[in-house]
């Protein structure tokens, strides 16, 4: 079969699109929510891992309920500090990229749908997060919203710190803990599907448009076509 | 005027009546003891109590039935201590209590009308049981006039209103789903008015007590929780207090009943224990007399003093049935399917993406190989 020539320049620049703070905020984040998930797993099915011991000889459970308050409160605080930069971050890192507020949201998301799932040809103009990627991190952010009310509110019984107690509300709001912790217990299969459908796109994009997709969560930079830069400057709804 | 009348007539102290029942200093000393350490009460907490039973006046207490199976009741006057029955039951002025009272028909009612005018701002008004409400509220009668209606006309001049047991609290059994009679706990129909709930199926007989006797002692309410529940006997959880404790910490679980580490007394949380998630004082109190309390005799806490606790289950598995997806479902088991369904979608999608997106890709790869310049392609491409 004749190769065809490609249709468009494909020059490529070299943007720079997430800075330190996001990328780390993202492998924290990744950690944190495996370990979460195992530990959290491992709390609602405990495996019977021993028989015919006496309590005194050990304490593994003990210790993977520790593991999972330690990264519940990892999880906490590197979230903090991403909802800073939302605000207060470069233009691939606002919470425009998550937050239609504009009509280009929407014609871009259209766009993504239609070479992503319709498999029409295309290019992609984005820079940052593409506008479809944008919105499954806002259910993200949902998601993790969701997951810290109550996973707190369920440890508001077991501590008294200050920042436990801040959650103290979250347990009437859903009907008691036998509730909350179901809900906790469900909303860890949310995180385990948006994982798998994460990573798949992530990897789809990587190989469809060859612009260091999944490298720019390592390093930071992307490459993009040229003439994308320039089309952006009317699809920009980031300005 | 008739019921100021009635008011400064001196009544009898508890105590008064103790005496004359024929208990000694003694029980009753012991008697004040054991309900200020149930109260949570300090060394001098003991000298309170003593003093109001001795010198105060019974006080006026009307006790409802509403939708209930008494149970309550019967915790209350098997409550450890015999003083608790004789003298909180039988002789504070119980002046209205269906299941107990000595009249009926008219002069059942007649007494109840007489307390709530007499002493109309000082009753105390305990509730045993919820109030079917909306079209169903007839399902419940008494005398003529609705559980609802009752529970309005005889709520508006209490000094005091408890919620006894989970029927008043949270509506147990009755309200769980459909709720075919709307049954209601009472502080859904009683909005205007603090209302202390003591909830269980049915309460421990001490945490019943131990709240009358406070309110006796201090007259005035004891400290409730964001939810109502005296924290004296609610700020806990089964699970904290629970002798079993230390096995869940070093992960030794009872797998089946007839499991022999259930007779070794390893934790029954993987055989549905609702300890982790329930309030109340069973590890410390336990029941009939300090005697045993459901998990020291092997079963798993049911969660009976929380909310919705019956449609929490099954009572026999730690995760609950999956909101809206009907018995035998899960969330792990409605998880995994959904996780399946995604990464089933997800490989249809690559197969698709390598046949449709082929020539991009193809592209990609020539474009490597033999740089951009159309030209240099052709001939590449002719050489190929
Ligand atoms: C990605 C995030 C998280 C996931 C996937 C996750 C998952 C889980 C799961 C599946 C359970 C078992 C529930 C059950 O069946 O009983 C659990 C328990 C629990 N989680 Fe999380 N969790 C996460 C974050 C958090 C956070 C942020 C907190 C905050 C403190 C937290 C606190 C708890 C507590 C207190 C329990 C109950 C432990 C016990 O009583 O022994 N979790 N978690
Ligand atoms: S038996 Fe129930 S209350 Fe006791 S430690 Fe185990 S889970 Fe907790």
């Known amino acids: 079969m004749a190769i065809q020539p490609a249709l468009h320049t494909t020059q490529l620049r070299r943007v720079f699109v997430f800075s330190l703070s996001v990328r780390l905020f993202h492998w924290i984040n990744a950690l944190s929510i495996f370990v979460l998930a195992v530990t959290g797993y491992l709390i609602g099915n405990p495996p019977a891992l021993l028989t015919s011991q006496e309590a005194y000889q050990g304490y593994w459970f003990g ?17 903090v500090i991403r909802i800073y930069r939302l605000f ?14 504009n009509k280009g949201f929407f014609r871009e998301i259209w766009q993504v749908v239609r070479t992503d799932f319709l498999f029409t040809r295309g290019h992609l103009v984005s820079i940052g997060h593409n506008a479809l990627a944008g919105i499954s991190y806002l259910f993200l952010f949902i998601l993790m919203i969701l997951q810290i009310i ?86 920009d709804y980031n300005k | ?91 504070i002025s119980l002046n209205y209590t269906e299941t107990l009272q000595a009249p009926s028909g008219h002069a059942a009612e007649k007494s109840l009308h007489e307390t709530m005018e007499n002493h109309f701002g000082e009753y105390i008004l305990l509730v045993e049981g919820s109030v079917p409400t909306g079209d169903m509220a007839s399902c419940c009668c008494i005398g003529g006039k609705t559980a609802e209606q009752i529970l309005n006309e005889v709520a508006e001049g209490a000094a005091a209103i408890v919620a006894w047991g989970s029927c008043a609290s949270n509506g147990c059994v009755q309200a769980a789903k459909p709720n075919p009679t709307q049954a209601t706990p009472i502080h859904k129909v009683i909005k205007n008015k603090t209302i202390i709930k003591v909830p269980g199926c049915p309460p421990i007989g001490e945490v019943m007590a131990g709240v009358i006797v406070h309110m006796l002692t201090f007259e005035r309410l004891p400290e409730l929780d964001s939810t109502g529940r005296p924290k004296a006997f609610y700020s806990r959880r089964v699970h904290d207090t629970c002798y079993r404790r230390p096995n869940y910490d070093a992960g030794l679980f009872v797998e089946t009943f007839d499991d022999p580490n259930a007779k070794k007394g390893y934790c029954l949380y993987k055989v549905g224990c609702r300890g982790p998630v329930t309030y109340n004082a069973c590890g410390v109190t336990r029941w009939n007399d300090g005697t045993s309390f459901p998990i020291q005799s092997g079963h798993g806490c049911i969660g009976c003093s929380e909310a919705n606790y019956w449609d929490n289950g099954p009572f026999y598995s730690h995760l609950a049935e999956f909101p809206g997806f009907g018995i035998e479902s899960n969330a792990d088991k409605i998880g995994l399917a959904a996780a399946g369904i995604t990464a089933a979608g997800l490989t249809a999608h690559a197969v698709i993406t390598n046949i449709r997106k082929r020539k991009i890709i193809k592209e990609g790869v020539a474009e490597g190989k033999y740089g951009l310049e159309p030209k240099e392609n052709e001939s590449q491409e002719k050489t190929e």
């Not at chain 2, 003593?50 to 098997?78: D, G, N, Y």
């Open chain 1, 63 to 79: 210790i993977t309920r520790f593991i999972h308050f330690i990264f519940a409160y990892i999880f906490l605080f590197n979230f």
């Open chain 1, 88 to 101: 207060f971050g470069n233009r691939f890192e606002t919470w425009r990229n998550f937050i239609p507020s």
């Open chain 1, 150 to 235: 109550t996973g707190f509110g369920i440890y508001a019984a077991m501590s008294d710190a200050v920042i436990v107690d801040l959650f103290n509300w979250v347990v009437p709001i859903f009907g008691g803990d036998a509730a909350t912790r179901l809900w906790h217990h469900i909303f860890m299969w949310g995180f385990v599907v948006f994982t798998l459908i994460h990573i798949y796109l992530v990897f789809y994009h990587d190989y469809v448009d060859g612009r260091g997709e999944v490298s720019s969560i390592f390093g930071g930079w992307k490459f993009v076509e040229s003439d994308t830069m320039k089309e952006q400057d009317t699809t």
């Open chain 2, 1 to 91: 005027m008739m019921n100021i009348e009635v008011k400064t007539k001196k009544s009898r102290s508890v105590y008064d009546d103790a005496v004359e029942k024929g208990f000694n200093r003694r029980d009753f000393m012991k008697f004040c003891t054991t309900m200020a350490a149930f109260m949570g009460l300090s060394a001098s907490g003991v000298t309170a109590v003593a003093k109001a039973l001795e010198e105060k006046s019974r006080p006026a207490v009307i006790w409802m039935h509403f939708q209930e199976c008494t149970c309550c009741s019967e915790s209350f006057i098997r409550s450890s201590h015999p003083m608790v029955a004789d003298l909180l039951l039988d002789n």
